[in-house]
C-alpha cells in the first residue's frame, strides 16, 4: 500500500519529535516535501525507514500531523472504528453535548467532534483532512449515528490551511437551538449561530466544579456568562447571582435557558466587564464565589503583553470583590497565553488584593496523547 502513497522525507530533528510522541512535524523539519497537493503520505526518515502516516498541508506551517504509525489504509472505516474508541471513552459522562473527538488530543489531528444529544456538529481544521471529508463523514455517520452533521467551518485557523470559512450542513438536519443537559441543568445550545460549535464545551467540567464549590445560600458573580452556562449551574447552590456580558444577544438567551430551569435568582446584566467590576469595586459590593472566563484576549504573540495586563486587571478586580473565605475561579490558560508570563497573572493582585480567600480549581482542557 506504502507504494502508491506519496512520500514525505524528515529530518532527524522531526523524526525524534514524533517518537517523543509530538504529533506534528513543522515546515523546517521536512527535508522531502510530496509533489502532489494536501492528503495522506507516508512519512521517512532521512534513511528511508518507514515512520507512519500524516495529514499533509503543504501551506502550512504545520506540514505534517501524525496519524498512525501502522502502514494500514486509512480508510472510512479506519475513521469509524477511532471515533467510535473516542465516543466509547466517553460514555457515561454526566452530559448531553461534549466534545466527542478532542483533535490531537485523542489521536486524530485537526478533527474536532461535538456532540448535542442527538446532532453533531464538526470541525476539520486541515488541509490534508479536507481531502478525506467523505471517509471522515462516512465514519462520524456509523460511529455516531446522528440526526444531522453541522460543519462550522467559520473558525480563522482553516486560514493557515488555505480552506475556505463555511458553516455547512452534510448529513440530515440540524436545528438552530438544541435543549442538552449538563449535570442538573438544561440549556439550548445554538449549533449554527453560536460561539465555538454551539456552546463552550470546554468548560463543561468546570461549570460543574465551580456550581460544587458556590457557597450554599451565597452570592455569585459569573463575569463574560455568554447564555449563562456558569451561572446556571452557581444559581443551583448560591441564594443569588448576577451574570455579566457586553453582549445582548447573548443575555437573551441566558435568560431563556434560567426560564427553562424555573431559576430566577439570576440577575442579567449587560456591561463591559473592565468598567462593571471597577463599578462594583467601588460599591464595596462582595460575593462568595466569582468566575471570570473570558475571550482569549491574545490572539497573536505581539499582543500578549496586553494581554496580560488585561487578566491581571479582571484579576485584581475579582480577587478585592470577593468576600472573606470565598472562592474565585481563574481564567483558563487560553493556547496563546500559554507563555510563562501568564502564571504572573495571579500572585500579584491576590497580593495586592491581600484577600483571605481562594482561587480554586483546575480550569482548561487536560492533554492527553495517543496513537493509534
Ligand atoms: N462562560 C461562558 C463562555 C464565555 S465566552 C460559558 O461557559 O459558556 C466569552 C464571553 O465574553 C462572550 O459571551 C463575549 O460576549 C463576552 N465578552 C467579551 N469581551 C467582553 C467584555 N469586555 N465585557 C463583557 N463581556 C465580554
Known amino acids: 500500500m506504502e507504494s502508491d502513497k506519496a512520500i514525505a522525507v524528515v529530518s532527524t530533528k522531526g523524526a525524534a519529535r514524533w517518537a517523543a510522541g509530538h504529533p506534528w512535524i513543522y515546515k523546517t523539519d521536512v527535508l522531502t516535501a510530496p509533489r502532489r497537493g494536501p492528503g495522506i503520505v507516508a512519512v521517512h526518515d532521512r534513511r528511508g525507514a518507514f515512520l507512519g502516516q500524516a495529514l499533509f498541508s503543504p501551506r502550512s506551517e504545520i506540514r505534517l500531523r501524525l496519524l498512525t504509525v501502522h502502514d494500514r489504509p486509512i480508510d472510512a472505516a479506519w475513521w469509524r472504528f477511532h471515533i467510535a474508541a473516542c465516543a466509547a471513552r466517553r460514555e457515561?459522562?454526566?452530559?448531553?453535548?461534549?466534545?466527542?473527538?478532542?483533535?490531537?488530543?485523542?489521536?486524530?489531528?485537526?478533527?474536532?467532534?461535538d456532540r448535542y444529544g442527538p446532532y453533531v456538529v464538526a470541525q476539520l481544521l486541515s488541509a490534508g483532512l479536507e481531502t478525506?471529508?467523505?471517509?471522515?463523514?462516512?465514519?462520524?455517520?456509523?460511529?455516531?449515528?446522528?440526526?444531522?452533521?453541522?460543519?462550522?467551518?467559520?473558525?480563522?485557523?482553516?486560514?493557515?490551511?488555505e480552506?475556505?470559512?463555511?458553516?455547512?450542513?452534510?448529513?440530515?438536519?440540524?436545528?438552530?437551538?438544541?435543549?442538552?443537559?449538563?449535570?442538573?441543568?438544561?440549556?439550548?445550545?445554538?449549533?449554527?449561530h453560536g460561539q465555538k460549535?454551539?456552546?463552550?464545551?470546554?468548560?463543561?467540567?468546570?461549570?460543574?466544579?465551580?456550581?460544587a464549590l458556590a457557597r450554599p445560600g451565597g452570592r455569585a458573580l459569573d463575569v463574560f456568562t455568554y447564555h449563562?452556562?456558569?451561572?446556571?449551574?452557581?444559581?443551583?447552590?448560591?441564594?443569588?447571582?448576577?451574570?455579566?456580558?457586553?453582549?445582548?444577544?447573548?443575555?437573551?438567551?441566558?435568560?431563556?435557558?434560567?426560564?427553562?430551569?424555573?431559576?430566577?435568582?439570576?440577575t442579567w446584566r449587560e456591561a463591559n466587564a473592565f468598567d462593571f467590576l471597577r463599578t462594583l469595586e467601588r460599591a464595596r459590593e462582595?460575593?462568595?464565589?466569582?468566575?471570570?472566563?473570558?475571550p482569549a484576549f491574545a490572539k497573536t504573540r505581539a499582543s500578549l503583553p496586553r494581554a496580560i495586563a488585561g487578566y491581571k486587571e479582571i484579576n485584581l478586580r475579582a480577587m478585592r470583590l470577593l468576600a472573606p473565605a470565598?472562592?474565585?475561579?481563574?481564567?483558563?490558560?487560553?493556547i496563546t497565553c500559554s507563555d510563562p508570563s501568564f502564571?504572573?497573572?495571579?500572585?500579584?493582585?491576590?497580593?495586592?488584593?491581600?484577600?483571605?480567600?481562594?482561587?480554586?480549581?483546575?480550569?482548561?482542557?487536560?492533554?492527553?496523547?495517543?496513537?493509534s
Open 132 to 161: 478525506v471529508r467523505a471517509d471522515v463523514l462516512e465514519g462520524i455517520r456509523g460511529a455516531l449515528e446522528p440526526r444531522g452533521i453541522l460543519l462550522r467551518h467559520d473558525t480563522a485557523v482553516r486560514r493557515h490551511e
Open 163 to 192: 480552506l475556505p470559512l463555511d458553516v455547512e450542513l452534510v448529513h440530515g438536519e440540524v436545528p438552530d437551538a438544541v435543549e442538552v443537559r449538563e449535570g442538573e441543568v438544561r440549556y439550548l445550545a445554538a449549533p449554527r
Open 92 to 113: 457515561g459522562l454526566p452530559a448531553t453535548a461534549y466534545r466527542v473527538v478532542h483533535g490531537e488530543g485523542d489521536g486524530l489531528p485537526s478533527l474536532v467532534i
Open 326 to 334: 470565598a472562592c474565585c475561579s481563574p481564567p483558563p490558560a487560553h
Open 228 to 266: 449563562g452556562s456558569f451561572a446556571l449551574q452557581l444559581a443551583r447552590a448560591a441564594g443569588a447571582v448576577l451574570a455579566i456580558d457586553q453582549s445582548r444577544e447573548a443575555l437573551e438567551r441566558a435568560a431563556q435557558n434560567a426560564a427553562l430551569n424555573g431559576l430566577g435568582t439570576i
Open 286 to 294: 462582595r460575593f462568595d464565589t466569582v468566575v471570570l472566563d473570558p
Open 343 to 371: 502564571s504572573t497573572c495571579w500572585p500579584t493582585p491576590v497580593g495586592t488584593a491581600g484577600a483571605a480567600s481562594s482561587c480554586c480549581g483546575s480550569p482548561g482542557p487536560r492533554r492527553t496523547t495517543r496513537r
Open 197 to 211: 460549535t454551539g456552546a463552550f464545551l470546554d468548560q463543561r467540567e468546570n461549570r460543574l466544579l465551580v456550581a
